[in-house]
């Protein structure tokens, strides 16, 4: 199991050096903080905790969360020299953290959640007041086949003014937003998503805080 993770690490690290610029920007807005820091769905690729996880101060704690048996065993024997661990946790269910104890959460690619809105208030939650989060998402056009029929489903993903405008509701505001990539119709012909060849997406990072409590400086 090592070894698996040790590859998908390498394969994780050669996709992201096509987008060093926007892999370091999220990094280093996640390790600002330090603390302690949630990463969501980390998955057998690892998302871009790994460079977090290379990066991290050795104050700073990092927690994968996943439903995934041997990615918790395979990460947590890698990384075993490091104040690192993963859980096994059902994202469609409230996170298993305190009120106002997490001071970062990342994440990407998290539309496979299933309840995602659900997700993001429980991030709301769980952060400090003044706690980041940053998050790599596909989003798509709103003149697109896709965004009509996302928006009809109530997916959060439909677009990123569509996300923005929840994670305000829940007390989630934008630092700042970031283009990564931009592209029409499928990567691969087994995708679900976009529905037309011709639909326009995007993969952006998204950059949040919690906002502070009234009084509060």
Known sequence: MQCFISQRRETTLSFLKKNEHFEQNYIDYALHAGGVIVDIAT??????????????PKDTVVISTDACTPCIHGY???????????FDVDLDKSLPF????????TGVLLCNVSNYRGLLSEVARCLKPGGRAVFHEIFFSPK???????????AVYASSDVYV?????????????????????????????PL???DEWYRKNIYLQKRLADGMS
Not at 76 to 86: A, L, T, V
Request: aromatic letters at 14%; hydrophobic letters at 30%; charged letters at 30%.
């Open 196 to 198: 037309s060849e011709s």
């Open 165 to 193: 405008e929840f994670c305000k509701s829940v007390g989630l505001d934008l630092a700042a937003m970031e283009t990564c990539e931009k592209s029409l119709g499928k990567l691969d012909p087994e995708d679900g998503l």
């Open 43 to 56: 998955g057998p690729g690892g998302g871009w905790v790994h460079g977090i996880l290379e990066l991290m």
């Open 76 to 86: 947590s024997e890698f990384y075993k020299d490091k104040n690192y661990y993963y």
């Open 144 to 154: 697109s086949e896709t965004y009509t029929y996302l928006t009809k489903e109530n």
């Open 98 to 105: 305190h009120d106002n104890s997490i001071d970062v959460f």
